[in-house]
């Protein structure tokens, strides 16, 4: 797979920076299949705040794992255009265990 330099909009300060072919690379390497949504200092501003806990608490949603039915708990509210699974199930998806729905 080929990856080349893209440009991103920052969804915080709305600047755009540079999600680089190297960039790319490690997250496909990693199994994340998102691109970044903040830039490199909102990032850390926000990990920062987590690691603080000054963001407060996450808000979960009860949601049916698409791939055993069982209950699933998520920290985003699913969009339906995705399967959602379970901590598990996850799991034995990003290992390539299972088959994804």
Avoid: I, W
Avoid at 28 to 49: F, H
Avoid at 62 to 76: I, K, L, M, N, S
Wanted: glycine share 10%.
């Amino acid at each position: 797979m080929s990856f080349e330099d893209k440009t991103l909009t920052c969804r915080d300060c709305g600047t755009q920076f540079l999600f680089s072919a190297g960039e790319q690379e490690f997250f496909a390497g990693r199994g994340l299949l998102n691109e970044p949504g903040r830039c490199p200092s909102c990032r850390s501003v926000r990990k920062a705040q987590r690691a603080a806990g000054l963001d407060g608490p996450r808000e979960m949603h009860e949601v049916t794992c698409d791939q055993c039915g069982g209950v699933a708990r998520v920290p985003f509210l699913p969009r339906n255009d995705k399967p959602v699974y379970c901590s598990e199930c996850f799991e034995l998806v990003r290992a390539g265990q299972v088959a994804q729905a």
